[in-house]
C-alpha cells in the first residue's frame, strides 16, 4: 500500500557526515511515523531514529547526540542527518514507515 524510498548512502571519512531522505507514497490514510533501522549480514538489527507526524522523536543509545531526524509532513518526507560518523556506523540503513513498509535500504560506510 505505502511505497518506501531510501537515498543519500554513500562512503565518508571518520568524524564526517551524511544526510538520508526517506519518502513515502500510496495509501490514503497517513503514512506516519517514520523509523530508521540498521542492519548487515552477521549483526542484530538495531534501532536508529523515530518520528511521528508532529515531529516527537526518539533516537537509539548509540547514535543520540550525534544524529538528528527531521520530517516535511507536505512531501512525505524524513531527513537523518549523521554527524561524527564513526566506522562502526558502517551498515545498510533502512527507512520504515507506518510501522510495516520497508524501503529496499542504502549503504552507508565510514573507512578512512
Known amino acids: 500500500q505505502v511505497t518506501v524510498v531510501e537515498s543519500g548512502g554513500g562512503l565518508v571519512h571518520p568524524g564526517g557526515s551524511l544526510r538520508l531522505s526517506c519518502t513515502a507514497s500510496g495509501g490514503t490514510v497517513s503514512v506516519w511515523p517514520f523509523s530508521w533501522y540498521r542492519q548487515s549480514p552477521g549483526k542484530q538489527q538495531e534501532f536508529v531514529a523515530f518520528?511521528?507526524?508532529?515531529?516527537?522523536?526518539s533516537y537509539g543509545k548509540s547514535v543520540e547526540g550525534r544524529f538528528t531526524l527531521t520530517g516535511d509532513n507536505t512531501r512525505n518526507t524524513v531527513y537523518l542527518e549523521m554527524n561524527d560518523l564513526r566506522p562502526e556506523d558502517t551498515d545498510v540503513y533502512y527507512c520504515n514507515v507506518r510501522y510495516t513498509n520497508w524501503g529496499q535500504g542504502t549503504q552507508v560506510t565510514v573507512s578512512s
Open positions: 518520528i511521528d507526524g508532529g515531529g516527537t522523536t
